[in-house]
T-cell receptor, first 116, second 111 residues
């Protein structure tokens, strides 16, 4: 299947700093990418929809100023966790669909963020 | 938005047995996808079934979809220890790019 690459896989940062996570579609163009958050032993929760060349659409309850999303090209979306706090520690996963709403969605490997 | 619910939440079987997981959703969908997630890793796409399909096969996987009951099932035949993982269903509403995930079933296959 299609490949979505996410980097880094793990990051530890100090409270108050910012962390950038990259999501790349390696063999296809993705006008839309998605960012999820997953707490231990729980399901994935959609945070935002990243749209190439326009503003991201955030789900209710997700702070757009805290989780900055940039989708500057058809193959790259970035999520920046600004002024990170320990409660932001989580597993973040991105995904992209190869085409329209009837196509498969492929996921990155995930990023384990630990804020100390 | 719709939410999927997997059933059971946890399943433990012996290697070689079949594993069946069920998923329910609440609103109309255009397709439903099943994923596998190994602990601490990303999601691996298993199979997509469209709303006009009733059954789909891929290797040892068999997925069914009953839109009248708003439910789907994933059957893994002749399970292996390597099948140990969490399995999620995710559905897309009509015309929507977004996926809504169920809570997942944690499958343990005992060698």
């Amino acid at each position: 299947g299609a490949v979505v690459s996410q980097h880094p896989s793990r990051v530890i940062c100090k409270s108050g700093t910012s962390v950038k996570i990259e999501c790349r579609s390696l063999d296809f163009q993705a006008t839309t990418m998605f960012w999820y958050r997953q707490f231990p032993k729980q399901s994935l929760m959609l945070m935002a929809t990243s749209n190439e060349g326009s503003k991201a659409t955030y789900e209710q309850g997700v702070e757009k100023d805290k989780f900055l999303i940039n989708h500057a090209s058809l193959t790259l979306s970035t999520l920046t966790v600004t002024s990170a706090h320990p409660e932001d520690s989580s597993f973040y996963i991105c995904s992209a669909r190869t085409g329209g709403a009837y196509t498969e969605a492929f996921f990155g490997q995930g990023t384990r963020l630990t804020v100390v | 938005s719709q939410q999927g619910e997997e059933d059971p939440q946890a399943l433990s079987i012996q290697e070689g047995e079949n594993a069946t997981m069920n998923c329910s959703y609440k609103t109309s969908i255009n397709n439903l996808q099943w994923y596998r997630q190994n602990s601490g890793r990303g999601l691996v796409h298993l199979i997509l079934i469209r709303s006009n399909e009733r059954e789909k096969h891929s290797g040892r996987l068999r997925v069914t979809l009953d839109t009248s009951k708003k439910s789907s099932s994933l059957l893994i035949t002749a399970s292996r220890a390597a099948d140990t993982a969490s399995y999620f269903c995710a559905s897309s509403g009509a015309g929507s790019y977004q996926l809504t995930f169920g809570k997942g079933t944690k499958l343990s296959v005992i060698p």
